[in-house]
């Protein structure tokens, strides 16, 4: 099987990733369109040994194309899916532009692969901070049904996009010049600090991003009533985002069995060994495919609950790979004997 493929929002931060991720993995592409909108149309992006030169989106952009890859915004997406579902591309979409639509899956394929037998041209990827933590919850739920989850993210600044990477820099570096940090992607300054706050405060006093978190939980784990809280905080961290995790269960779980079944759970790996020092980080999860949990023990506070601690590339795993990963999924769906 060969397959058209196009990336719309190819030069940027995860469009940059999609791209090598299909090389990496050896997706059957006999053609890669990279698309961009007008702001950063003509960049080249490198493929196969081959320079190609990213056109700016149009209507006739998905004309023959089987999946069209979107990471350019909820706006771009709302504006192109449709046309490109027209004509006859099948969309993975990274923004949140669909997620909450009833009628959209939203899918970790290691998690709910099922759901995309209800794909109709279109499946939304989840948010990259909800997708390292499904994963983890999900072959937990072997074990136990859960009760509550409360969630600590730090999330590093490659989430927010490349600006946010040099702005970091800029900062990092005006403070080793001694001169003031100038912020202009986020309220404040990010070196050196923390900020608590990604994406819009809404009315009940948490930002999107943690609601994104419950919303989007509950959907891929098909529990409605999943009671789970968090706080979001943006990192001095380039690649990768790490969560703090409290699991309340319906019945006590020992940490031996929590690691065991990680250890089995696909797109998983336990790293979790603290008398040598190993837990995860994440200098250790950048460029990796898996999210990396450990410092798995009981929670002092509660017979029943567990604390973990998760970290994943948020540009591979919680955003490139995991569509690229859908991508293969729909075309195995088309053709079973693909790999």
């Known amino acids: 099987m060969s397959l058209k493929v196009a990336i719309l929002g190819a030069t940027g931060a995860v469009g940059s990733e999609m791209v090598r991720v299909l090389e990496s ?24 040994g081959t320079s190609i030169q990213t056109t700016e989106v149009e209507p006739r952009s998905f004309e023959g194309i089987d999946y069209a890859l979107f990471s350019a915004g ?3 997406s709302r504006t192109w899916a449709d046309v490109a579902r027209k004509a006859g591309a099948t969309v993975i979409d990274n ?24 794909a109709k041209g279109l499946v939304a990827n989840p948010n990259c901070s909800t997708i390292q933590l499904v994963l983890v919850l999900a072959p937990l739920l072997e074990l136990s049904a859960i009760e509550r989850v409360t969630v600590a993210t730090y999330q590093s600044v490659s989430g927010t996009g490349a600006d946010a990477l040099l702005e970091l820099d800029d900062q990092v570096a005006a403070d080793a010049a001694g001169r003031a940090p100038e912020a202009k992607i986020y309220p404040h300054p990010i070196a050196f600090n923390v900020l608590p706050h990604i994406d819009d405060f809404l009315d009940n006093g948490y930002c999107r991003e943690e609601m994104k978190l419950l919303w989007e939980s509950r959907k891929i784990l098909g529990l409605p009533g999943l009671r789970l809280s968090a706080t979001t905080v943006r990192v001095p961290v380039r690649i990768a ?3 703090a995790v409290t699991i309340d269960f319906a019945r006590a779980v020992e940490p031996d069995e929590a690691r065991a079944v990680l250890a089995k759970a696909p797109g998983v790996r336990v790293v979790d060994d603290p008398a040598r020092r190993a837990y995860p980080m994440p200098l250790d999860a950048a460029g990796g495919d898996d999210a990396l949990v450990g410092r798995i023990r009981k929670d002092l506070s509660h017979d029943r609950g567990l604390l973990l601690f998760i970290s994943c590339d948020n540009l591979r795993k919680g955003a490139a790979l995991n569509a690229v990963q859908i991508a293969e999924a729909l075309a195995r769906r088309r053709a079973p004997a693909l790999p």
């Open 25 to 48: 993995r050896n997706f059957p592409v006999s053609e890669l369109r990279p698309l961009a909108t007008s702001r950063s149309a003509g960049k080249p992006v490198q493929f196969r």
């Open 241 to 243: 985002h790490s969560e």
């Open 74 to 76: 909820a706006d771009a």
């Open 95 to 118: 923004s949140q532009a669909f997620r909450y639509d009833d009628d959209v899956p939203l899918v970790v394929p290691e998690v709910n692969p099922e759901a995309l037998a209800q």
